[in-house]
């Protein structure tokens, strides 16, 4: 289970890096949808963060448990 969740932490990276690609796209054409954008990537970088630190507790929490 935990494999599983490191790679989802990985690809929220990844859709805040498309995202972030957008914006850069469509930033002069079409400036609410860049802002949709924005949106995903700044969700999305936090959603990593969450998820990491998430993990790393659940990991310690294991480790503590075993001993």
């Not at 890096?17 to 400036?31: P, T």
């Not at 954008?37 to 659940?58: D, E, H, N």
């Amino acid at each position: 289970m935990i494999k599983i969740l490191r790679y989802t932490e990985y690809i929220y990276l990844a859709v805040a890096v498309i995202s972030i690609f957008e914006i850069y796209a469509e930033w002069n054409l079409d400036r609410e949808r860049a802002y949709l954008f924005v949106f995903f990537a700044v969700v999305s970088v936090g959603m990593f963060i969450f998820k990491k630190t998430y993990r790393k507790r659940f990991e310690d929490r294991q480790k503590n448990n075993k001993k």
